[in-house]
């Protein structure tokens, strides 16, 4: 189903099987997702395409675990997290994934610094160790000199840059970034798209949501989705089933 | 994420927007500073009731006069009987009959007019014995009390109330001058202190008090009758026995049932009571204007935590992506209105506690600083805040991550 590259490892972070979601809005069901077959491994950098309405972003909350399927089995690290209660589904999104949103969303009232610690406060790491591993992850996208200023303080790139060290600083499974480059211009954009690719180099797995095809170019696989349905995924090696989506 | 934590974030948006929670905590402060303020007017009433009539004597039981009836059938009112007699006070001193009461004091009352010189004063007399001011509880600032031989002989002495002698001599100290009463040349033998007790009928340091042998002969009444009887009970202990006692001797001697006494007997207790009563009601009402200002001020801590909850519903969402359960959530907005009523609650208690020192000065009235009152009024700032919360705290909790994070 799913195209891995030659040199990917084993292990398989993502594995998604005829994932059905389905809205119940009045009387109306609508079908978002309609039989979705996607294998991440572990260390790719995947990016998901598709114009709105697609279904990208339901498939997103889904990968995410901020949303459970209709149908279908989504194993997350080698565990099913398919049908996890609300309180479950937190801990997997606190320990295996790392979120980058189009908003930042940073808490406008905390440094930096306490951002990007704020996921290792639902961890119940102690303060100590959570200052310093922020403080390392902020070094890790070169902001550690900025770690006391607060986001208004901060350009929309620089912002961007803290929301992903909070993602990396649990050490998740995987990035998983929702449009992260729609609020930054060109330059900001090229910054935080250069900083995912550091982070595949340097073994992560990142999985990329975007509508734009430049963006979704950078990553090693394109998954297009259109009408609830993967359409084509193309990896940079060369294997292209149906690209021709514009 | 543990509970420091969670105060600390708490805090945090407290802190962040000041101005609101300030105006959100107002209801909560006029609440707990009326509370603590009312508690304190309250008490202090009482406390200023309690010392005058602690100031009457201690240990007292005060033996009235009952109704009369006369040929007509026409019944008087509580003390117009001339019901009680030197009779009775010898009965009631006698131990074999009351071992409880430690010594008795019978007081007769009249007004007459004193004259000093040139100078006139209406007073009251009392006529009594020796023991008065010892069951009395009172002291003299000069001069001294009239001996047992002057009450036996009838001697033409009086000591003065403070305010009597200050009336009859503006100047100079009046023990050895002389005063007319009716006719009769009385010599100041002694001035009495303040007393400290008011009482609504007549004062308790404007009087002039003789032997009762005298008194009876200025008056020209050949009856003994008493205006009242005060008993001094040998301690707190034996005041409800010495009670008994004197009810059951007073019956015999007046050979009359207790379903229709021809006296009364009134304890201090009972007096306090009366004047609490008073005091009391209004210390419920001004408590009630507070609780009504304290649920207003819960309400207040409930509809701003709502409108926080809906403002902040991104904050949440992303707290959700990144991990937190929804009963971390729950936790932090509960702590947020908790924050909210008990700092409410301080300020409050801090604002009733300066107002309660300073409107003494103010109104004249004591005010007393009630640690219980404090505490519990902490107490309830506390439950409001968290009983207010649970409504806004488990509406945060339910959102789910996905509405949360797209609302713009």
């Known amino acids: ?246 | 994420m543990n509970w420091l934590e969670t105060l600390r974030t708490a805090a945090d948006a407290v802190r962040s927007h000041r101005l609101r929670s300030l105006l959100t905590m107002l209801g909560i402060v006029i609440g707990i500073s009326s509370v603590v303020l009312t508690v304190g007017l309250g008490l202090g009433a009482q406390d200023k009731v309690r010392s005058q009539i602690d100031a009457l004597g201690s240990n007292l039981l005060i033996v009235s006069p009952g109704s009369s009836t006369g040929s007509s059938g026409v019944r008087g009112g509580f003390g117009s009987a001339s019901s009680l007699t030197l009779a009775d006070a010898d009965a009631i001193a006698d131990s074999t009959v009351a071992p409880d009461v430690a010594q008795v004091a019978p007081t007769t009352s009249s007004s007459s007019a004193l004259a000093a010189g040139t100078t006139n004063w209406t007073s009251r007399i009392v006529g009594t014995t020796t023991t008065w001011p010892q069951v009395r509880a009172r002291t003299l600032t000069s001069g001294r009390f009239f001996t047992a031989a002057e009450l036996a002989t009838g001697a033409n002495v009086v000591v003065l109330g403070p305010d009597t002698a200050s009336q009859l001599f503006s100047r100079g100290n009046p023990v050895g001058q002389t005063i007319t009463a009716d006719g009769t040349t009385l010599t100041v033998i002694g001035v009495l202190a303040e007393s400290g007790a008011t009482s609504t009928t007549s004062s308790e340091d404007d009087l002039a008090v003789v032997p009762i042998t005298t008194a009876q002969r200025l008056s020209g009444a050949t009856s003994t009758a008493l205006a009242s009887l005060y008993v001094e009970a040998r301690s707190a202990g034996s005041l409800s026995a010495a009670y008994q006692e004197v009810n059951a001797a007073l019956l015999t001697a007046h050979d009359v049932t207790s379903s229709s006494p021809d006296f009364s007997i009134a304890t201090q207790d009972a007096l306090l009571s009366t004047a609490n009563s008073t005091n009391k009601t209004m210390t419920i009402l001004l408590a009630g204007i507070a609780a009504i200002s304290l649920l207003v001020g819960g309400i207040g801590v409930m509809n701003i935590m709502l409108v926080s909850v809906t403002e902040r519903v991104r904050e949440i969402g992303l707290r959700k992506a990144l991990g937190a359960t929804p009963s971390a959530i729950r936790r932090q907005f509960l702590i947020e209105a908790s924050l909210l009523g008990v700092s409410g609650g301080v300020i409050g208690a801090v604002i009733g506690v300066v107002g309660a020192v300073i409107l003494p000065s103010v109104i004249n009235q004591p005010v007393s600083i009630s640690a219980p009152a404090i505490l519990a009024a902490l107490g309830v700032a506390l439950g409001l805040g968290v009983g207010f919360g649970v409504y806004p705290a488990s509406r945060a909790a339910r959102l789910t991550p996905i509405d949360a994070l797209r609302s713009e």
């Open chain 1, 1 to 246: 189903m799913s195209t891995v590259l030659s040199a990917a490892p084993v292990r398989t972070i993502i594995d998604l099987a005829a994932v059905r979601k389905t809205y119940a809005t009045g009387a109306i069901a609508v079908e978002a997702l309609r039989g979705i077959d996607v294998r991440i491994a572990e260390g790719e950098y995947v990016a998901i395409i598709g114009p709105s309405g697609s279904g990208k972003s339901t498939l997103m909350h889904i990968l995410g675990c901020l949303d459970v399927p209709t149908e279908g089995r989504y194993e997350l690290a080698g565990r099913d997290v398919s049908d996890l209660a609300e309180a479950e589904l937190a801990h997997i999104r606190n320990r295996e994934i790392g979120f980058v949103f189009q908003q930042f969303n940073l808490l406008p009232d905390l440094t930096a610094l306490r951002n990007v610690a704020l996921p290792l406060v639902y961890a119940g790491v102690g303060t100590a160790e959570r200052e310093q591993r922020a403080l390392r992850a902020l070094d890790r996208v070169g902001l550690s000199e900025r770690a006391q200023h607060r986001p208004g303080e901060l350009s929309g790139g620089q912002q961007q840059r803290v929301a992903v060290a909070r993602a990396l600083v649990t050490e998740p499974s995987m990035i998983l970034a929702d449009e992260p480059t729609g609020n930054l211009d060109s330059v900001a954009s090229a910054d935080v798209l250069a900083l995912f690719r550091e982070l595949h180099d340097a073994g992560r797995t990142v999985v990329l949501i975007t509508h734009e095809n430049d963006i979704a170019a950078q990553a090693e696989r394109v998954i297009t989705i259109l009408d609830g349905e993967i359409r084509s995924s193309t990896s940079k090696s060369g294997d292209v089933r149906s690209g021709d989506l514009t």
